[in-house]
């Protein structure tokens, strides 16, 4: 891959972004090598992300939950060790599922805007 280079993340591989809760995962995240910087003596690849991606997770009370999001977002990833050192990723939204609340069951919707950032490090 050079940069300027793009490749598409779908299915299993979307479960990067989401966590282990995910019971199934479809959608897509189109990836774009932007840059190749030196940090720490190490080549680092910038990676841009935008996507949507649709799941299905388990809440703390065991029941499913639909969960939708569009994200756009961007990577700092070591080349040597292939993992991310930095990246941050923001968009919309969407939590639906069933819940009991004091004995009566109801219908429940979260929508939002989030923003994620994360941080490692090479050492």
Not at 12 to 18: A, C, D, G, I, Q
Not at 23 to 35: C, F, H, Y
């Amino acid at each position: 891959i050079k940069v300027g280079d793009s490749w598409t993340d779908t299915g299993p591989e979307l479960r990067r972004w989401l966590g282990s809760d995910v019971l199934s995962v479809r959608g897509e995240v189109k990836n774009t090598l932007l840059a190749v910087e030196l940090q720490q003596g190490e080549k680092v690849a910038v990676i841009e992300s935008i996507g949507e991606i649709e799941a299905t997770m388990v809440d703390a009370d065991s029941r499913e939950m639909k969960m939708t999001m569009g994200l756009q977002g961007k990577a700092r990833r070591s080349l040597d060790k292939a993992v991310d050192i930095e990246g941050s990723a923001e968009g919309a939204i969407k939590l639906a599922g069933d819940v009991v609340q004091d004995g009566v069951a109801m219908s429940m919707s979260v929508t939002g805007r989030f923003s994620v950032k994360t941080r490692g490090s090479l050492r």
